[in-house]
């Protein structure tokens, strides 16, 4: 686990200047080869530990432990090895995780996002007001500087590192705010991957509804993928679609974030309004990529036998599993503790306080919204 | 704001730019598999 000092930096971002795209590349390299292993490791243990005591071990472990935990490991031994900062261009957790999530649409039925996006709706915009506006007022309590606040508010809210980042850009904050909100968010969501589907299963929810749940209340896409895997596939398609729907909200958030701060906290008298272009450049567009696969794919199924849709589609889900095992690598490479200790209690503890109350009303929003709801 | 403390701007671009990376890359990959570009079996 890395300690290096590194506070000015966003996490997921590569040094400035830059060490160079050779680095990079053999950054991509490396995640390449541990996602190989985690591939082999996820085909290969339950075969190798059958008869044996570790059987049930074995069978029960997902593909996204193992990514993580290889991917910890290497960034022990890169950080040790002292190179690890110089191959972090490599490490692209989003665009690794937002390719498989592109890829993911081609296997959900355009059916199952359309009846899945009113609820998802509903629990992204009761969700996103609730906790960022307990976020903001808990973070004005004990005396949070504005911008820090609307970051940590935007990324407890929304989802994580990125709503972050397009927080930061709109309320101009300063780099190493971004770089401890986001150190907040990896911190949060790691544990949360195995935590939450855990509790599902102590709840005894459905797969729908367990999905409903994390989608909401986990901060970062690429865990929300990770838990919703470990619980099934059913439950990952409802994770990502609400997930996908909390994206597509950053826009409007941003929008207000960036009105907010010209008018309200900075006074500036010339800021210029934020209209539909300001929306449409923070709207991910990958939530498009997932649309558009999700319409080409059902699509495509009328058109062929089932036996060979079928076949077909699961070589999409094969290239789907390789992208979000490079995106859980990345997950495991990036994680730093070091500027976590940088700023204090405070902000720790607002977070903290944000994650249970996201937790508790995302829980209640899945169960009230995803009850009766079906994949199948 | 001081000099030594820059908006982050630059990784706001970096983001978007990997969104339309990502949206491209999975089309294309879709597209090449529904037209058996990438035969089934293929993918270890």
């Given at each position: 686990m890395s300690t290096e000092e590194r506070k000015d930096v966003p996490v997921g971002t590569p040094a400035e200047p830059g060490p160079g795209p050779v680095w990079a590349l053999l950054g991509v390299l490396v995640v390449l080869l541990l996602a190989a292993a985690t591939r082999y490791l996820d085909q290969n243990v339950p075969a190798l530990l059958k008869g044996t005591a570790l059987e049930n071990v074995g069978a029960a472990i997902e593909y996204p432990v193992y990514a993580i935990v290889i991917g910890l490991i290497g960034n022990a031994v890169l950080t040790a090895a002292g190179v690890r900062e110089r191959l972090s261009g490599g490490f692209r957790t989003e665009f690794f995780i937002k390719t498989g999530l592109v890829l993911l649409g081609a296997s959900i039925n355009l059916r199952v996002i359309v009846t899945a996006a009113g609820p998802a709706i509903i629990q992204a915009v009761v969700l996103i007001t609730t906790v960022f506006l307990f976020t903001?007022?808990?973070?004005g309590r004990l005396g949070l500087e504005d911008k820090l606040r609307a970051l940590l508010s935007a990324a407890v809210s929304i989802c994580g590192v990125s709503a972050a980042i397009a927080?930061?850009?709109?309320?101009?904050?300063?780099?190493?705010?971004?770089?401890?909100?986001?150190?907040?968010v990896i911190a949060f969501a790691l544990p949360s991957i195995f935590i939450l589907p855990w509790l599902a299963g102590v709840f005894g929810l459905s797969d729908e509804v367990a999905g409903a749940w994390i989608g909401g209340n986990i901060d970062t896409?690429?865990?929300?993928?990770?838990?919703?895997?470990?619980?099934?596939?059913?439950?990952?398609?409802?994770?990502s679609i609400v997930k996908v729907t909390q994206n597509a909200l950053i826009g409007i958030v941003t929008i207000a974030l960036t009105a907010y701060f010209?008018?309200?906290?900075?006074?500036r008298a010339d800021a210029a309004r934020p209209g539909l272009g300001e929306f449409w450049r923070r709207f991910p567009k990958f939530v498009l990529g997932f649309v558009a696969a999700s319409v080409i794919a059902t699509w495509w199924l009328t058109t062929v036998s089932a036996a060979d849709g079928k076949a077909t589609i699961g070589e999409i889900n094969d290239l789907r599993?390789?992208?979000l095992i490079l995106a859980f690598v990345s997950i495991g490479l990036e994680f730093r503790v070091a500027s976590l200790r940088e700023a204090g209690w405070r902000p720790v503890g607002v977070f903290a306080a944000?994650?249970?109350v996201n937790v508790v009303v995302a829980l209640g929003l899945a169960l009230l919204l995803f009850s009766g709801f079906s994949v199948a | 704001m001081?000099?030594?403390?820059?908006?982050?701007?630059?990784?706001g671009r970096t983001a978007i730019n990997e969104d339309w990376a990502a949206t491209i890359v999975g089309l294309v990959l879709v597209v090449l598999v529904l037209t058996g570009v990438i035969p089934v079996g293929l993918v270890p």
């Open positions: 903001w007022w808990l973070g927080a930061a850009g709109a309320v101009q904050a300063k780099r190493e705010q971004l770089a401890y909100s986001a150190s907040l896409t690429a865990a929300v993928t990770a838990a919703g895997a470990i619980v099934g596939d059913d439950a990952l398609a409802v994770a010209a008018f309200r906290v900075e006074r599993i390789w992208f944000a994650t249970v | 001081s000099e030594t403390d820059p908006p982050v701007e630059i990784e």
